[in-house]
């Protein structure tokens, strides 16, 4: 009995995340404009799901800053500039520069060789065009070296800023080649096996900025209505 229940809240979950990842497309895209309410029976009919599912979506949203729910309003779309989407860039990047920073002196073998087959994945999804393996394979990469910082307040920081969502979010909008992105992620490795803190830092700090520039550059050419 338990196992089916634990099947059953896996599933949900996967299937929240996904409509998740559509609604920030939506935004991004501007099909859902500041203000435009969401309502979790609509959204439920449209995507054939449950509202509970929908729901968790929805909350999870509202954490990221997408949306925001207020008593007798409902649930509306925030209004977003390019300089609130860079802002979570530079948020990412101070944690993970900071990890990898930590990470760089203490770092295993055993933990190097899971982030150079993780890159070594990641570049097989890009060649395929799997945008979406690639982008979890991206957050595996990620959520790695985070641990391998062995600091757990910085990892649960981490977790609870959803940066993975943004990372879903970044993989699908940025047009950039999977394959080039995959493959900076060596450099990422290089430093970490350096056992040179501040290379790492510096390292990780740049590849979170540049990977969010074109992120932010092109939101902003879809003109998002909001002036920085």
């Not at 029976?41 to 949203?61: F, G």
């Not at 948020?91 to 899971?114: G, K, M, Q």
């Not at 060649?127 to 979890?136: H, I, K, L, M, W």
Request: aromatic share 6%; no cysteine.
């Amino acid at each position: 009995m338990s196992g089916k229940t634990r099947e059953r809240k896996v599933v949900r979950t996967v299937l929240s995340e996904q409509i998740k990842e559509q609604i920030i497309e939506d935004i991004y895209y501007h099909k859902y404009g500041p203000g435009d309410k969401l309502g979790e029976n609509t959204l439920a009919k449209e995507m054939n799901v449950s509202q509970s599912t929908v729901r968790e979506a929805l909350r999870s949203l509202i954490a990221m800053g997408f949306l925001e729910g207020k008593p007798f309003k409902g649930i509306t779309v925030r209004s977003l500039s390019k300089t609130d989407l860079w802002e979570v860039y530079l948020v990412r990047a101070a944690l993970e520069s900071l990890a990898a920073e930590l990470a760089a002196p203490r770092i295993t073998d055993e933990e190097l060789e899971e982030l150079d087959r993780l890159v070594e994945e990641m570049i097989a999804a890009g060649s395929r065009g799997d945008v979406q393996q690639r982008a979890r394979i991206n957050i595996d990469f990620h959520e790695a070296m985070i641990r391998a910082s062995g600091n757990r307040l910085l990892a649960h920081l981490y977790r609870s800023m959803q940066f993975a969502s943004w990372s879903m979010m970044s993989a699908n909008v940025s047009g950039m080649d999977g394959v080039e992105i995959a493959s900076r992620h060596r450099l990422l490795v290089d430093a970490l096996r350096s056992r040179d803190p501040q290379k790492a830092r510096e390292a990780v700090r740049e590849h979170i900025e540049n990977t969010g520039k074109p992120v932010v550059e092109h939101f902003d050419d879809a003109g998002s209505g909001e002036e920085s």
